[in-house]
């Protein structure tokens, strides 16, 4: 039987015993909030044990390291990303980036805590006994990016789960208060307050729990902005998304001066 590419490195990544989260695309198509990803993100616990670990999944997946900086646990925790492409016949050409720490995310052991592990009996694709997942709220931490793409998928992502707690889609797997449509506690809307981005949901939250709106210290326009209608709440949306795009910039500033000295050094 011919596996799929991810479905390959999924399996290789389990029976090596890596302690791993799945991330970006793979995450969020399994979360439902997109259609299509070529790569697989992992993070990975930067221990000395794990990394051997990993190190033997990607012998066996045949993987070559493609760009700069090397594995190692130096460069994993001070947030640097590792980049390799696997030429198993069942893997060939599907990248595989390995993070250890992301921007503004708890360290890895508080994440493997939240972990969500999606159960794949109803699939093909055996020997795959759960992947584990990073958290659908680590998730969304993790695509405050720069990038455009990132997003349309952290809106929708925090979108499903609200939707899901209405009862108005079917739960994501480990989505929160989407296990319990009926009774979203005070957690979930001071939540859903401080990360939905759509006008009119932010409204309804807020009318729901309206104790809650001035409770969001990275969202002080909240209240004033709901008075003023929609129009307001989308100019400070897009103030903060610009922020945002700003401070990972900085964040990876100083990360691309470092992998640019190594390529010169070489």
């Known amino acids: 039987m011919t596996r799929h ?35 697989l993100d992992v993070a990975i616990l930067a221990g000395a044990e794990n990394i051997d670990a990993l190190r033997a999944a990607l012998a ?7 760009f700069l900086p090397p594995l190692e646990i130096s460069y994993l925790d001070r947030g640097h990303a590792c980049h390799f492409r696997c030429h198993h016949a069942e893997a060939n050409g599907l990248r ?26 109803g699939l093909d694709l055996q020997g795959i006994e759960g992947v584990p997942l990073l958290s659908l709220r680590d998730l ?7 990038r455009d793409k990132d997003w349309s998928m952290l809106r929708r992502l925090v979108e499903i789960e609200y939707l899901a707690a209405r ?31 759509s006008p009119p949901y932010l409204e309804e939250v807020a009318k729901a729990f309206p104790g809650g709106v001035g409770r969001i210290p990275s ?3 909240l209240r004033d902005a709901l008075s003023k209608g929609p129009d307001a709440v989308e ?4 103030d903060e998304e610009f922020r945002i795009r700003e401070e ?6 100083p990360l691309r001066e470092e992998l640019e000295r190594m390529r010169r050094a070489r």
Not at 140 to 146: A, E, F, G, L
């Open 5 to 39: 590419p991810i479905h390959r490195a999924l399996l290789t990544l389990q029976k090596c015993n890596v302690r791993h989260l799945v991330m970006g695309g793979q995450a969020c198509i399994l979360y439902g909030a997109a259609e299509f990803s070529r790569d």
């Open 60 to 66: 066996e997946l045949e993987a070559e390291q493609i």
């Open 96 to 121: 595989l980036d390995v993070m250890s720490r992301m921007r503004g995310c708890d360290p890895f052991p508080l994440l493997w805590e939240r972990r969500t592990i999606l159960d794949l009996a």
């Open 140 to 146: 969304v931490q993790c695509k405050k990016t720069q």
């Open 167 to 197: 009862g108005h889609v079917p739960p994501p797997a480990g989505g929160g208060a989407a296990g319990q449509p009926d009774a979203p506690t005070e957690g979930d809307a001071l939540w859903w307050l401080a990360e939905l981005r």
């Open 219 to 221: 969202r002080p326009w």
């Open 235 to 238: 100019t400070c949306l897009r």
């Open 248 to 253: 990972d910039r900085a964040y990876w500033r």
